[in-house]
């Protein structure tokens, strides 16, 4: 079945910067990758997602890259502010969703 | 109404009780989820309805009894748990209920405690 590994497990960035965290897929089958943001206590609520037949996908100050050949994906948040601090958890979907295991954003002011 | 409802948002129960988790939507989705979620883990799927009809069981102990009595609604049938199946149990729904991409409505979920 579908294996997603998520990195890092905890990224902490200065207010402003840029923060990236990657993902790779073992299922070339996967053709939806979405990306899950869920503050402390809160439900995963959708940000961003990409079709496997697009390359990038931009959404203000948030992106998301996916290499089909390598099987990654990757989420790019620019401009970083303190209200970003929550849990990102990728996705890939064939038949089922399957998570990546989180990456914990700390935005410090 | 782009809301998933998930009652109750806590519960408590002995390891003897039965108890029902109960999801609602109104979104006309036709694809609903149960999910398990530890803390700092993610969701991990349990079972997945299309079209009111069982279509995934994850491998999941009998204890956990789903129900889809209609097109909107969603239950969790619980017994006989034990310590260990305390989580927040997440309700999802999403429009496509065959191949199950786009996006996942979640509830807030409700979080159970077993004694």
């Known amino acids: ?109 | 109404d782009t809301e998933v409802t998930q009652t109750p948002k806590h519960l408590v129960m002995g390891m003897t009780n039965k108890k029902s988790l109960k999801c609602e939507q109104h979104m006309g989705h036709r694809a609903m989820y149960w999910y398990k979620q530890k803390a700092k883990k993610p969701p991990e799927l349990m079972f997945v309805y299309s079209y009111e009809k069982l279509s995934i069981n994850e491998s999941v102990p009998s204890r956990f009894s789903p129900e889809c009595p209609n097109s909107s609604l969603l239950n969790l049938h619980l017994h006989a748990l034990q310590p260990e199946d305390s989580a927040l149990y997440l309700c999802a729904s999403s429009h496509d209920g065959q191949r199950y991409t786009g996006e996942l409505f979640f509830g807030e979920g409700s979080r159970l405690t077993v004694l």
Do not use: M
Not at chain 1, 35 to 61: A, T
């Open chain 1, 1 to 109: 079945g579908e294996n997603v590994e998520q990195h890092p497990s905890t990224l902490s960035v200065q207010e402003g910067d840029s923060a990236v965290i990657k993902c790779t897929y073992s299922d070339s089958a996967s053709n939806y990758f979405p990306w899950y943001k869920q503050e402390l206590g809160k439900r995963p609520q959708l940000i961003i997602d990409i079709r496997s037949n697009v390359g990038e996908k931009k959404d203000q100050r948030i992106a998301v890259t996916l290499n089909k050949t390598a099987k990654h994906f990757s989420l790019h948040i620019t401009e970083t502010q303190p209200e970003d601090s929550a849990v990102y958890f990728c996705a890939a979907i064939v038949i089922k969703t399957i998570f990546g295991a989180g990456t914990r954003l700390f935005v410090k002011a």
